[in-house]
């Protein structure tokens, strides 16, 4: 490489975040009052005809000058208003994924003990339990142990719900008075099976034979079934990771029998990770080769979420972590670019560009700085009559609110054929970037992600927006990967029971299509051919701090902001939002889900 900086040598995402606990201390929480006025939409006749834009952005309430109309615009300063009450709390290797490893099994148990126990000492009260002699270890328990922990610790949740501790029955009890999450199911289980690690339980007549140690006083019936269900996916995922493919096949038949998509949380996230566990098996077996799962057309989520599909639209009205980080970013934008007449936004992976009818409505009612011009660039590989339809959206939009505006399209075949020289960058503008899901599809190409990188730092903007999926499912380790993408799931599972009824079937094909492969990717794909690698926003920071970037603080208003959108959500007592530093964790009962961060060029 010419230029050192940018060269991925030496940055390993997977290494990273595997040293990283899964959850991350020290959050600030914070809460927002409702206040300001409702956020009326134009132009929504000419948004496909769907009405969508008064659909997903109707009944906010926005920040605005004192001096503005009626239509609610965003502002760099708040109105002063009661102060709401706070909430109770080449990197040329990457060294990368799998160690470069693509073309060698799943690394084994013992592997994934020796990367957790970096982590930390066990506690001597905890060994005891999960390892009571000294010539036996249990690789997966001790695993599994410590991820649990991780989960059990560190978070401030914003709805006041006491934390859960599986080790005692105490804590059973307090939760007794309340419906138990899917999160808390698993890690109930978990707990279980950590004690089971001293009985040989070797298949499903054994384990249903041999209790654990830990009684399920003050849970309800459905909660103890849900337990059971999860420790029978516990059971074969175990014996997956050592490679006893007949008795993992005994207890995912059990799984089988008792999970559903169609029930509760718990046994939709089991019938899914069920379902991922046998396609490893037949992976690994040969009965599935890698050719023939080549042959079939994978679902593209990026692609599907290009336009305004039902699907997408009905997700988006209610669940409320899209909306909060879509009104978020927007915020810090507006703030970052207060005094600039021209702005010209590149966005990497515009979607359905709804986002963008936010922004036209601050920049629209803006006093004292009239916008000359606002320029949006999407960025594209594929599917150019879905960008070129955004963009005629987007430009009805402009025209109903009397926007001077313009859009433009760089379509490139690969992304290491996008250069700078293909944006037109006038010195006078101001160039925002904005990563909406877009930069974690390029983990495993790493290239890709490299020259992207090249190419924002050439034309250095004033700011770069970058919103993500918080969780670690990169790691080269498969427990370590099946662990924590149980849990996050289990926690979005648990998300959309208590937004849609459970037979919409919006939220079946969410679950199915965009979830179900996902998961499918995440337990059953090693090496090259898993595509779906999630990391956490630490590794993140590492990651474009070798770039000569820094972070940019979001601001009380933006902070606010996010409270605001969350508090017109039914749910917004379990919508969790917290501060990771400068950036935003947006998460649901504690457990993280997206984040959100803003970063400049030093």
């Known amino acids: 490489m010419e230029n050192v900086m940018f060269s991925l040598e030496g940055f390993n995402f997977s290494e990273v975040q595997d040293k990283l606990s899964s959850t991350d201390n020290g959050f600030e929480s914070m809460r927002g009052g409702n206040i300001g006025k409702q956020f009326n939409s134009y132009g929504t006749e000419d948004w496909g005809g769907s009405g969508a834009i008064d659909s997903l952005y109707s009944g906010y309430g926005f920040y605005q000058d004192v001096s503005s109309s009626e239509e609610i615009i965003f502002s760099k300063y708040p109105r002063l208003e009661p102060q709401p009450?706070?909430?109770?709390?080449?990197?040329?290797d990457f060294g990368l994924?799998?160690?470069?490893?693509?073309?060698?099994?799943?690394?084994?148990?013992q592997t994934c003990?020796?990367?957790?126990?970096?982590?930390?000492?066990i506690p001597t009260e905890i060994q005891d339990v999960v390892q009571p002699k000294k010539d036996k270890q249990f690789p997966f328990?001790?695993?599994?142990?410590?991820?649990?922990?991780?989960?059990?610790?560190?978070?401030?949740?914003?709805?006041?719900?006491?934390?859960?501790?599986?080790s005692t029955e105490t804590a059973l009890t307090k939760m007794s008075s309340r419906k138990l999450s899917a999160e808390e199911i698993m890690r109930i289980a978990g707990e279980r099976f950590i004690r089971s690690s001293s009985q040989a339980v070797e298949d499903v007549v054994s384990m249903l034979g041999n209790p654990f140690n830990l009684s399920f006083s003050g849970l309800s019936d459905e909660e103890i079934r849900?337990?059971?269900?999860?420790?029978?996916?516990?059971?074969?995922?175990e014996k997956v990771g050592d490679q006893q493919y007949?008795?993992?096949?005994?207890?995912?038949n059990q799984c089988d029998y008792l999970s559903s998509n169609k029930g509760n949380p718990v046994q939709r996230v089991v019938y899914y990770f069920s379902e991922a566990l046998r396609e490893k098996i037949d992976r690994e077996t040969g009965r599935i080769c890698i050719k023939e799962l080549g042959k079939k057309q994978p679902f593209d989520v990026d692609l599907a979420m290009m336009s305004a599909n039902p699907t997408t639209l009905a997700c988006h009205e209610a669940i409320p972590f899209s909306q909060v980080l879509q009104f978020t970013g927007i915020q810090a934008i507006v703030e970052n670019v207060a005094e600039a007449k021209r702005i010209h936004v590149i966005d990497l992976g515009i979607r359905n560009g709804v986002q963008w009818t936010v922004?036209?409505?601050?920049?629209?009612?803006?006093?004292?700085?009239?916008?000359?011009?606002l320029k949006i660039t999407a960025v594209g590989t594929a599917a150019k009559h879905l960008l070129e339809e955004t963009g005629k959206n987007l430009e009805s939009f402009a025209q109903s609110v009397n926007l001077p505006f313009s859009y433009n399209t760089v379509m490139v075949s690969d992304m290491l054929d996008l250069k700078e020289d293909l944006f037109e960058i006038n010195p006078e503008e101001k160039v925002v970037v904005y990563a909406l899901f877009t930069l974690r599809s390029m983990i495993s190409v790493p290239n890709r992600l490299e020259n992207i990188m090249r190419v924002v730092r050439n034309i250095n903007p004033c700011m770069m927006v970058v919103t993500e999926v918080d969780a670690n499912h990169n790691s080269p380790v498969f427990v370590n990967r099946f662990i924590e993408a149980l849990f996050y799931f289990s926690a979005y599972f648990d998300c959309l029971d208590a937004c849609m009824k459970r037979d919409d079937p919006h939220r079946m094909v969410t679950e199915s299509m965009f979830f179900g492969d996902g998961i499918r990717d995440i337990v059953a794909a090693e090496g090259k051919e898993r595509k779906t690698r999630h990391v956490k926003l630490d590794v993140w920071r590492a990651f474009f701090t070798r770039y000569g970037m820094e972070e940019i603080e979001l601001s009380m208003v933006s902070l606010y902001q996010a409270n605001l959108v969350v508090k017109k959500f039914p749910c917004e007592s379990s919508c969790t939002i917290e501060l990771n530093g400068k950036s935003l964790l947006v998460g649901w009962k504690?457990?993280?889900?997206?984040?959100?961060?803003?970063?400049?060029?030093?």
């Not at 009450?85 to 040329?92: F, G, H, I, L, M």
């Not at 994924?97 to 148990?109: E, V």
């Not at 504690?590 to 030093?602: A, D």
Request: charged share 25%; aromatic share 8%; with cysteine.
């Open 113 to 121: 003990l020796e990367e957790i126990s970096k982590l930390g000492e």
């Open 85 to 92: 009450e706070p909430r109770q709390q080449s990197y040329s």
């Open 226 to 237: 849900d337990v059971e269900l999860a420790e029978f996916l516990l059971a074969s995922a």
């Open 141 to 166: 328990s001790l695993a599994s142990l410590e991820l649990l922990k991780n989960y059990g610790s560190g978070i401030k949740r914003l709805n006041g719900d006491r934390r859960i501790e599986p």
């Open 590 to 602: 504690g457990t993280p889900i997206h984040s959100l961060s803003v970063w400049k060029f030093i």
């Open 97 to 109: 994924f799998d160690h470069l490893g693509f073309d060698i099994a799943s690394p084994p148990i």
């Open 359 to 373: 922004l036209m409505q601050s920049l629209a009612s803006r006093c004292g700085c009239p916008i000359e011009l």
């Open 246 to 252: 007949e008795r993992a096949t005994r207890f995912l």
